[in-house]
């Protein structure tokens, strides 16, 4: 089943649960038209997924297809709502294929979800650069939605700038309550990055109270030609100083 939340103006909230039936995208198309006709509006998407979402028939996958087909055409945005890793490559494929903009938010960042799909226009995110460090620091957060565009606008300048002074340079990357995820493209252009600068950097601290990001970076720890530490975000302050020994 597809619970359904029309309590929002901008936005509908849906919540599959379980097997999809054909029916289930039939009620949705219609719930949806009559939102649309009742209001003269179209609203935006937020789909909360606790896991992969499955069909029970193939009949229920081209119901889905269509249902897609007809109404990427006229809705703008589209949120999806999950931790399932593989969500994080979804927006960035289905962009390819449909008008929508489609954006992935991990569990945690409903709300921002949702204020993403009330805001009229598509701001995803930005680095922000941190003052007060050595000419040699490289010094970022990462607020809301990381896209290629962040890397290429902000970064990707910032460190080949300090290059054109320094031969190896410190890297400080701050993901605290204020980030909210990468896009697909940005993990691409984040690979590429870290393919082309691995040898430019002496030291990296990373500083996030996410657990999982935290061990998985850890697991690098013993094969990265550079020194590289995770702290706390209570920890900011130390980490600041450890990067700039």
């Not at 990357?173 to 204020?178: K, L, P, S, W």
């Not at 061990?215 to 100083?241: N, Q, S």
């Amino acid at each position: 089943m597809i619970d359904i939340d029309l309590s929002h103006e901008e936005y509908v909230v849906l919540r599959p649960q379980g097997a999809l039936a054909k029916a289930d995208f039939d009620r949705l198309a219609e719930t949806i038209d009559r939102r649309i006709n009742e209001t003269d509006r179209v609203p935006n998407l937020v789909i909360c997924l606790d896991g992969l979402p499955h069909w029970d028939s193939l009949g229920a996958l081209t119901r889905h297809f269509h249902f897609v087909k007809e109404h990427q055409k006229i809705v703008k945005k589209v949120a999806v709502v999950g931790d399932a890793a593989l969500l994080a490559l979804a927006p960035e494929i289905a962009n390819h294929f449909v008008a929508a903009t489609i954006r992935r938010f991990p569990s945690r960042k409903l709300e921002d979800a949702k204020a993403w799909a009330r805001a009229s226009e598509d701001d995803p995110g930005r680095f922000e650069v941190i003052e007060g460090l050595p000419r040699d620091v490289v010094a970022v957060r990462a607020v809301g939605i990381i896209t290629a565009q962040d890397y290429r606008d902000t970064l990707i300048p910032l460190v080949e700038s300090k290059l054109e002074e320094h031969d190896r340079l410190k890297l400080l990357f701050v993901m605290g309550d204020d980030y909210t995820t990468f896009s697909g493209d940005a993990a691409w252009e984040d690979t590429k990055f870290d393919l082309k600068h691995l040898r430019d950097f002496s030291r990296i601290a990373l500083v996030t109270d996410m657990t999982w990001l935290a061990r998985t970076a850890k697991l690098f720890i013993p094969i990265v030609p550079y020194k590289f530490k995770v702290f706390p975000m209570a920890e900011l302050d130390e980490a600041k100083g450890w990067i700039k020994r």
